[in-house]
């Protein structure tokens, strides 16, 4: 069986970048939004991804990115995907991938199991999907709140493109969650804190132990 993917997200030190690739991480995450806590320019994600192997993904996190702002990251030559945690409509997802030749992950918000079929559309427009809980109406991030979803929506769902489960994960629940959803990936950030936009060597360490043991 091929081994579980883990991705931490929301990498913002030195400290920790070298923590998940310790505890062999296959995907690091770096969010580019200024509302959000964990939040890193260009020229800090070049700097934090400069000493990680090629074999070990870096994933931009981003939300409704104008093109001016995706070129500024895609210059960095850091990136080996684009993960968009906004409304981008499939027709977006696409041109973003046309325009910038760099895969693309599309996160959906689920509620409803219907939240699960609409990532259908995304077929021929992204290459990977991540199934994260919709935060509250109102609230001032999209996604690394802690949430969880009803992971049972999951069962028998069959997506249509490669995908990976995130959304209030932690070092108790991730066996739990991925025996239920049989994810191939999983997607960890608040889980790792300590405290909002603070990464916890330790509990990176702890979760991608866990994750390895699945
Ligand atoms: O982490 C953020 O600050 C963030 C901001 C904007 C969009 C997405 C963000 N995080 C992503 O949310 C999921 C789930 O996080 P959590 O484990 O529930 O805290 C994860 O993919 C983060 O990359």
Known sequence: M?????????????????????????????????????????????????????????????????DEILAGL????????????????????????????????KAISVKTRADIEAARAYAGAADFILFDARTPHGSALPGGMGLRFDWTLLRGAAPSLPWGLSGGLDVDNVAEAVRITGAPLVDISSGVESAPGIKSVDKIMAFCNAASAC
């Open 74 to 105: 895609a210059a960095t030559g850091s990136l080996t995907a684009l993960q968009l945690h906004g409304r981008e409509p499939p027709e977006r997802a696409a041109a973003i991938r046309r325009r910038f030749g760099i895969p693309v992950w």
């Open 2 to 66: 091929p081994r579980l993917a883990i991705k931490i997200c929301g990498l913002s030190t030195p400290e920790t970048v070298g923590a998940a690739m310790r505890a062999d991480a296959t995907h690091l995450g770096f969010v580019h939004f200024p509302k959000s806590p964990r939040h890193v320019e260009a020229d800090q994600l070049r700097a934090l991804a400069a000493p990680v192997p090629s074999h070990v993904e870096r994933v931009a996190v981003l939300v409704d990115p104008t």
